[in-house]
């Protein structure tokens, strides 16, 4: 699919400024207003005037997209409302809701987006509704694409920018990123060289138990670049190999904390403490480092009447979570009696995933210029994901055989658990899919098309899970299988009242791989968790139907895309809190629904002015209801019930304004710009919106508290507004930007966070402060 970027041109016939059509060609249609399904696209341009460095950022100003912010490299796509919440670091079980793709190999793994970096993209696209017929499991929600620009064979050229930004009572980040276009000879091949570094600045402030405070804990960095060799030896025949490195560095977590087991207002033997915006308390620094590796190739033969395209991809990925789990290890050796000394250990809970993936897809594709235009293939994956959890907490089976007996450390670790780690997991995965897959299109008439697809799929995935230590349940080399398969369809339709509008409409099928829990922490239970959550085991695919009708609007100087959807999920994936467990877990929920209204305006009503507003209207809720083993309300699923992370409202407006400035010598454009962006309020979990929710004890006298004490919290995360500001001065080869991003310093709460079951920390993540920045970019 090729999208040119959305930039202004002369209409020749009445000399007003139009917006340039968008070309589109995956879907063998000739611009994006043909098709037939709602499609939002973000050019290269697009990008660069609304400041966006992350799809968190992009997310903002497309319609029915939510992110929801779980930690540095840590977050949640979800499209129109299918969302099943938080889903946390020890699930790696369960699947994605959304297909993340770069140009045609796709790059998706659960909590773990791929963050990445936006230089000389051509465009992203989301691809909103069921895309299980092309792309697969994974996309039940919708598919996200990040599509690079490809080497060109016509020319040298090359591009530049750097930036310095400054954010307030935060630190001083910024980045240089750069992309060099080679033609190697002429006519047969081109090279294309991108590299980028950048400096993320911190702004959460951490307190330490000496009484110090370190400032801007969570600064980080990115680094990586990408190299793409386009080889055409004939005009019928290309070859496009890429590899891909990047690696994130985060020195810390965005996490603003109200209680802490060690730093709260309850203390008496220690400090009280009643945490300020963006502070938390850490006994260990924290950090987060994701290295990235991604080998591709695509060939294309093209013949008379169809094309033939290979796309073969590698990845390997490692990534390591390390957090301050003291106030986790403490919370426990409170409950077991083990003393103050023990509960103030430095533990440290690390997090590693190793994922290597292979896939092979293979399709043909017409080409004719008749009614009739198709697309076959077969797909191939064979993804391996090793999961290891270990806490090294230094000294503490000195205590636990001090106070539970001489022997007992050694005697949980089964001789698999290092020496002073209560808690020690090992969770390899294998999962294989095969898929089949075609999608036919007609037109009926000049005006009316028709398309109809479907995808057969076949899935197994093995899993081994080992849990020793202290904390865990004793489970040494036990394995699960999961297997599923069946047909994915999908019928669209399109109807062109005339050259301006186009009416269409989609049935479509979705579909997410189910799969097997975790074995709950069980020696972390108290009875009655234990009886509430220890009963799930597995849970089933989850399905959905697609049902939308939308209008397309483009008169050249207006662009309009309108689409009414509803969806009607079966056995949706719900994610749960185990309360004391410290253990997450999924199960189905029969019935549920999303609906809704999303809209995308983009015009120019004089000459000059720029205008443009997305938004969406949802409501997504349960349509079943869930009890526990004793007849009472499961995790919030009850019917009528929000689903979570979803805003019922956004709205993202943005107005620019672009001018001459004729009085300098050389010339030059100018353009003055401005972005409002709103959300409304979301709940982080289902069970955050029951009665008494936001009402939280931690059981656990320390430091002089009792444990009694009440922390009340209002867990329907408040509706927030983000106001960025820029101007910029634009030469012939080079351009300066200024801008003023979060102008009213809106401190957000996206997102909360309880450690085991917020008996040993509660907090909030949140959003950047308050950003001042310059950009310089050039051409060349």
Sequence with gaps: MILAPTIHAKDADNDKTALEEIIVTATKRS????????????????????????????????????????????????????????????????????????????????????????????????????????????SIGGTIRYITNQPDMDGFSGSAEGNLNSLADGGIGGHLKAMVNLPISDDKAALRIVGYHTKYAGYIDALREDGSIDKDVNSGTRSGGRMTLLFQPTENFTITPRIIYQEIKMDGNNRQEVFNLYANPYTTTRKAVIFKERQQFLLLRESFKDQTLIAD??????????????????????????????????????????????????????????????????????????????????????????????????????FVDAVLGAGTSAAVSKGVSPKDSPFYSLLPYSLKQTALFAEVSY?????????????????????????????????????????????????????????????????????????????????????????????????????????????????????????AFYTKISNLQVTLDAGSCSSRISFNVEKAHSQGIEFELKAQPIEGFDFSVAGSLLQSEFDST????????????????????????????????????????????????????????????????????????????????????????????????????????????????????????????????RERGGRARLSFRTNQPRTFGLTFRTDF
């Design 297 to 398: 190739a695509t060939i294309k033969m093209s013949f008379d009447a169809l094309d033939i395209t290979s796309v073969t991809s590698y990845t390997d990925r490692d990534i390591l979570v390390s957090r301050d789990a003291s106030a986790l290890s403490g919370s426990v050796s409170v409950d077991l009696g083990l003393g103050d000394a023990a509960a103030l250990l430095p533990s440290n809970l690390l997090d590693a995933t190793k994922v290597e993936s292979f896939t092979q897809e293979l399709r043909l594709s017409s080409t004719s210029d008749g009614p009739l235009q198709w697309i076959v293939g077969a797909f191939y994956s064979d993804t391996d994901r090793f999961y290891k959890q270990s806490l090294p907490t230094a000294g503490y089976d000195a």
């Design 31 to 138: 611009s994006l207003i043909d098709v037939p399904f709602s499609i939002n696209a973000q050019s290269q341009a697009d990008i660069q005037r609304s400041g966006a460095t992350s799809l968190e950022d992009l997310a903002r100003n497309v319609a029915g997209l939510m992110i929801q912010n779980l930690g540095p490299g840590q977050s949640q796509v979800a499209i129109r409302g299918v969302s099943a919440g938080q889903i946390v670091r020890d699930q790696p079980g369960v699947k994605e809701q959304v297909g993340i793709y770069l140009d045609e190999s796709v790059i998706s793994l659960s909590l773990f987006t791929p963050d990445v970096d936006l230089y000389d993209l051509n465009r992203v696209e989301v691809l909103r509704g069921p895309q299980g017929t092309l792309f697969g499991s994974g």
């Design 626 to 753: 869930v009890l526990n083993s004793e007849g009472k309300i499961l995790g919030g699923v009850r019917k009528g019930n929000r689903l979570p992370s979803v805003p019922k409202f956004s709205i993202a407006l943005t107005g620019t304004y672009n001018f001459s400035l004729e009085a300098l010598d050389n010339g030059a454009d100018a353009y003055i710009s401005a972005t409002f962006q709103h959300r409304s309020s979301v709940f982080t979990q289902p069970s955050d919106q029951e009665a008494g929710a936001g009402k939280f004890t931690s059981g656990l006298p320390f430091g002089g508290a009792s444990g009694a004490e009440i922390t009340t919290l209002d867990l329907e995360l408040d509706s927030y507004q983000v106001l960025n500001l820029s101007m910029g001065l634009v030469f012939e080869s080079w351009e300066v930007v200024a801008y003023l991003n979060n102008v009213m310093d809106e401190n957000a709460n996206l997102s909360f966070d």
């Design 443 to 563: 037109d009926v008439s000049d005006q009316f098309h028709f398309t109809a697809g479907g995808r057969y799929y076949d899935y197994k995935e093995t899993r081994s899970v080992t849990q020793v230590g202290l904390f865990g349940n004793g489970v040494v080399g036990q394995t699960n299988e999961t297997k599923s398969n069946g047909f994915s369809p999908r019928i669209l339709a399109s109807y062109d009242l005339n050259d301006e509008v186009t009416l269409n409409a989609q049935v479509s099928q979705g579909f997410r791989l189910g799969g097997v829990n975790d074995p709950l922490n069980t020696a972390l239970c108290n009875s009655s968790d234990l009886a509430i959550f220890g009963g799930f085991q597995d849970y089933d695919d989850e399905k959905l139907w697609n049902y939308e009708a939308g209008i397309k609007v483009n008169t050249g100087s207006l662009s309009l895309n309108v689409a």
